[in-house]
């Protein structure tokens, strides 16, 4: 037996389900497509917060990139500095070597002409007692008054030249 169109059940399935979707398919669709609005909204809320958080790390990178530039900068300052102060330190110490040796030479050239001096002091003072001994030996033992003349007459004529060394 053949059911009319109406009395088929599929038929009746078929409009409850088309009924359904006529009355309830505008709320439905507003609700899906308000739970799909409010998920494209948090994706793009993420996103802008991704690309603010993107933008925050590039620019501590690049401030960190400076400071660490600076810090380079500074410590080969540092260096440069402390390279041209060992430089100039050096050069201070080699000057004081270099007087101190000089002083030190000075100080054993003086000391040299002293113990000289010294020395021809005591030959001096050795041959005037050997002379002193002789002439009491020689006046203890008697001179004629011609040699003494003459003795005298030679010591006077020796006298400037013996100043002169002197």
Do not use: C, N, Y
């Amino acid at each position: 037996m053949e059911t009319a169109f109406w009395g088929e059940s599929r038929t009746w399935v078929a409009v409850a389900f088309f009924l359904f979707f006529i009355i309830f398919g505008k709320k439905l669709w507003k609700a899906i497509a308000e739970l799909l609005d409010g998920r494209a909204a948090a994706v793009r809320k993420e996103l802008e917060e991704a690309a603010h958080l993107r933008e925050e790390a590039e620019q501590m990178h690049r401030e960190a990139r400076e400071r660490r530039d600076t810090a380079l900068r500074d410590a080969k300052a540092l260096i440069d500095g402390a390279r041209a102060e060992a430089e100039r330190l050096a050069t201070v110490a080699a000057a004081e070597a270099r007087a101190s040796a000089q002083r030190r030479e000075q100080m054993a050239v003086d000391r040299i002409a002293a113990a000289e001096k010294a020395a021809v002091d005591e030959v001096r003072v050795t041959a005037a007692d050997v002379a002193t001994v002789a002439a009491r030996t020689v006046i203890a033992e008697g001179l004629s008054p011609g040699v003494d003349a003459r003795l005298i007459d030679h010591a006077i004529t020796q006298l400037p030249s013996a100043l002169r060394a002197a």
